[in-house]
Structure formats: structure tokens, C-alpha cells
């Protein structure tokens, strides 16, 4: 239990960590701050289920719940209704790694195929493959602004949701 900076405390314990223990990366994260104790449970559950979300986000270390954006709302919403979200925008294409890795590298390169494809190791016609694929099997076209955030939603709700699963 932090007080003050959480993050600067959470990136000072996590620093001194890491120089115990070598080259590998020591994750940290934190849930939500509470002024009661009532809440401590919550915001260690939160922090366990950030965890989740680091480990499906390489490169990061140390997600604050603070800086989650969108997910922050989404902790608040049962996980069958997140589900039905999930399962209503990405429908088919949802078990599909590949396709759900384009589908967020589209908006995160803001429409560049070039840009996916390097991102993804794919050939730059791939992606336009994929993305036809994805316009013809989930009945909207991801290149509309609107349609982009729905999909932005459904996959950060997805991404939730598989990581509420890993935490025991």
C-alpha cells in the first residue's frame, strides 16, 4: 500500500527489483486508489487483473490503473455484458489472433497498411486482405471513424475480459 506518487513509488520498488534479479522484466502495476480501507480488496483485485493486461501488452512494465484509459471505464461493467459487447462488434473474428492483431494495428497506424504490415511481419496486400475480410465477416466497414471506436471498444473489452480469466 502506496501513498503519495503511486507511480513514481511503483517505478522506484520496481527499479531496485529489477537490479536483483538481472535481465528479466519485473512487472508492476496498481489498482485504483482508494481512501477507504473497505476498498483495499477491490483495488488489489484491479491490480491483479492489470497484470493480465501487461502480460497481453509486451513491452510494458508498469500499467497504472490511472492510465488505462478506456479500460478503467470498462472495469465497472459485468463481465457477460462485456461478452455480449465482445461477441456484438467482433463476432467471428474474435478467436482469430491474426485478425484481431490487424484490427488494432489498423487505428494504432492510423490506416496505414504499410505501417501494419511492418508491425505484423505481413505482406502489405495481406493486410487488405484482412481488413476486406474483416469488413465482410463482422458486417461494417473498419475504415469509418465511427466503426473504429466500436471496434476500439470491443477489443479493449476483449482484452479485459481474457484478462479477468488468467486471474485466480
Do not use: C, K
Not at 489498423?106 to 497498411?113: D, K, V
Request: charged letters at 20%; hydrophobic letters at 45%.
Amino acid at each position: 500500500m502506496l501513498s503519495g506518487n503511486v507511480e513514481r513509488e511503483i517505478s522506484r520498488i520496481r527499479i531496485r527489483l529489477q537490479g536483483m534479479v538481472g535481465d528479466v522484466p519485473v512487472p508492476a502495476a496498481a489498482g485504483p486508489t482508494v481512501s477507504d480501507p473497505r476498498g483495499t480488496a477491490r483495488s488489489f483485485r484491479v491490480a491483479e487483473t492489470v497484470l493480465g493486461l501487461l502480460r497481453r501488452r509486451p513491452g510494458e512494465v508498469q500499467p497504472m490503473f490511472s492510465r488505462l484509459g478506456p479500460a478503467q471505464l470498462l472495469f465497472g461493467v459485468p463481465s457477460a455484458r462485456l461478452q455480449a459487447f465482445v461477441d456484438q462488434h467482433l463476432g467471428p473474428i474474435q478467436e482469430r489472433e491474426g485478425w484481431v492483431a490487424t484490427l488494432s494495428a489498423w487505428p494504432a497506424t492510423n490506416g496505414s497498411r504499410a505501417a501494419v504490415a511492418e508491425l505484423l511481419h505481413l505482406h502489405r496486400n495481406s493486410v487488405g486482405y484482412r481488413i476486406g475480410r474483416i469488413r465482410e465477416l463482422i458486417g461494417a466497414d473498419p475504415l469509418d471513424p465511427e466503426v473504429t471506436l466500436r471496434l476500439q471498444a470491443a477489443l479493449t473489452a476483449r482484452e479485459l475480459l481474457l484478462a479477468l480469466r488468467e486471474v485466480p
